[in-house]
């Protein structure tokens, strides 16, 4: 039995060199991370860079509860992290952020640091949530200094930001999260300043290990809009870590080389930059 397995994890090994010697390791730019306090004595930041590295990620976006998560990150490798600013931290929740009366002040003091270039991930579970002064405070924010929203929500939140304010520019979170590859199609086909990530979505795109000709069909009419994300929303997620990019890895594979580059780094780069590393680059 034990041989078995060990030539069963031989022979998956040898594929996976195989694969991987055909192609080359796709970098992957991941457009969702977290690193909360939980993570913090378990995964200290050598230890997360080291798993960065053995995934073959060299960039991330960031966003943590508390900020200082990300500030962390991205004091220690500057290159590497684009900070996200998340509205959480003591009291002030995913159930509550929208209503929050400090989050004006607490947003743009924070802002001064200069490096954010979102704000987010924050969640609105319905059209009423994004309609509060709070949230349009966050859609002016976004504006006046030309950086994104990385939003976890349902199709109707983000229409309801769009019409708050036309100019804003969306990361949408997990494609959605519940929302299907035609839906993701046309707030696309909509919203020309509406990128995705599809953090959550690998077993949806790719049931069984075939890709799904939906969401083919989604990334063949929009190359430039998609982008992978891993979510460490929680700890465990990090103990997973490359098996999450992996996963992404799955399906890309089955794409077109310059498709499934510009999904895995190309379309981030373009958005947030290379951070000078050189495994992004030509
Ligand atoms: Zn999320």
Redesign the pocket.
């Known amino acids: 039995m034990i041989q078995r397995a060990i030539v069963a994890a031989t022979v998956m090994l040898l594929a996976t060199i195989g694969a991987a010697a055909a192609q080359g390791r796709l970098p992957v730019f991941d457009a969702h991370v977290h690193y909360g306090r939980n993570d913090w004595g378990p995964y200290p930041v050598a230890k997360v860079f080291e798993l960065l590295d053995r995934a073959g990620v060299p960039r991330v976006l960031a966003s943590s509860t508390p900020d200082d998560g990300t500030v962390m990150l991205h004091r220690a490798q500057p290159d590497r992290i684009v900070p996200i600013l998340r509205p959480y931290r003591a009291g002030v929740t995913s159930g509550n952020w929208f209503n929050d009366p400090d989050l004006a002040r607490y947003l743009e003091e924070r802002l001064e640091a200069g490096y954010y270039r979102g704000i987010g ?1 924050f ?1 609105l579970f319905d059209a009423s949530s994004a309609s509060t002064p709070q949230v349009k405070r966050v859609t002016e924010l976004a504006v006046e200094r030309g950086i994104f929203l990385h939003v ?1 929500s349902g199709a109707e939140p983000i229409r309801r930001l769009f019409a708050i304010e036309p100019r804003l520019k969306i990361l949408w ?2 494609a959605g ?1 519940s929302e299907p590859a035609d839906v993701l199609g046309s707030m696309l086909d909509q919203h020309k300043q509406l990128w995705t990530e599809v ?1 959550f979505r690998a077993g949806s795109i790719n049931p069984g290990g075939i890709i799904d000709p939906l969401w083919r069909a989604v990334f063949e009419r929009h190359p430039d809009r998609v982008m992978i994300g891993t ?1 460490t ?1 929680v700890t465990s997620r990090w103990g997973d870590y490359e098996g999450l990019i992996e996963e992404h890895r799955g399906w890309l594979r089955q794409l077109p080389r310059p498709l499934a580059e510009r999904i895995a780094f190309r379309n981030a780069v373009a958005l947030f930059g290379s951070g000078d590393r050189a495994e992004l680059q030509e």
């Open positions: 991930e969640h976890h979170a997990h999260m953090s979510d929303y």
